[in-house]
């Protein structure tokens, strides 16, 4: 003979009524379903941070036609900003996992901090260094986000400022 784990439905007319027990089960396989796909998207999420990290620690080779192509794209979004009024451009994010130190050196502002970069993220800040530096563009890097109140992503903006008056 088979036992019951739960009351049976109780009648209301022609409609079946679910049970208190039984609506504290369904609730509780809900929450379940509902954390089971937030662990399969962080997941998913930490997989796509590692293969961003894996392409952005593979320097690009900067061939003329690389760098024309770069700097076509730049000037473009540099009107854009420039017509909107602003003075700075956020021209790269990435993880701070490309830091040797984590994004420790950028979020105390230390002088050194372009020495912890590696990667792609090193290769824009020599570009900057040797092509747009001299032309008077600044540089900043910044933590850009804190998950869980730790230093998460890195943006690097290109700064100008108006000196004349």
Known sequence: METQTTKPAVDLGNEPFMSADDLDAYSARVKAAKAMKELEGLDRA?????ELVKQLAEPVALTPEKVHE??????????????????????MRFPNLMCTDKGRAINNSEPGWPATLTGRPRQAYEFWHARLHPAGYGLRALIVDWPDGMPGDVGLFLTWENTRH
């Open 46 to 50: 930490g997989k796509a941070r590692d």
């Open 70 to 91: 770069i700097t076509q794209m730049l000037l473009h979004r540099l009107r854009i900003a420039a017509e909107q009024g602003k003075k700075e451009l956020l021209v």
